[in-house]
Nanobody
Framework: QVQLVESGGGLVQAGDSLRLSCAAS????????LGWFRRAPGKEREFVGR????????GYADSVKGRFTISRDNAKNMVYLQMNSLKVDDTAVYYC????????????WGQGTQVTVSS
């Protein structure tokens, strides 16, 4: 199993920056991808970006490309989501999740952290 804990959410103004953290523990050697997702009120869950655990390859949704950056601290098994130029539309609960070897989809999820962007 893999345990995930997000932190770093909060209330900011449009144009501000915020960095979210995702701490991974447990069977981290079994991770293929760590992804960031978000769910805004009344909307479906949305993919934000993902990191290939072994090689560091990263992909982003078009809605955040150029504003959000995923990075990783290998020694600490921490993954970060740096969010710049935040917009009101970025308001959501943000989750990190992992896709495990030999499985489809994201199996383990964190509890989420709220990001609220005010105008």
């Amino acid at each position: 199993q893999v345990q995930l804990v997000e932190s770093g959410g909060g209330l900011v103004q449009a144009g501000d920056s915020l960095r979210l953290s995702c701490a991974a523990s447990g069977s981290t050697s079994s991770i293929n991808y760590l992804g960031w997702f978000r769910r805004a009120p009344g909307k479906e869950r949305e993919f934000v970006g993902r990191l290939y655990w072994r090689g560091g390859a990263i992909g982003y949704a078009d809605s955040v490309k150029g504003r959000f950056t995923i990075s990783r601290d290998n020694a600490k098994n921490m993954v970060y989501l740096q969010m710049n130029s935040l917009k009101v539309d970025d308001t959501a609960v943000y989750y990190c999740a992992v896709q495990i070897q030999s499985t489809l989809g994201y199996t383990y999820w964190g509890q989420g952290t709220q990001v609220t962007v005010s105008s």
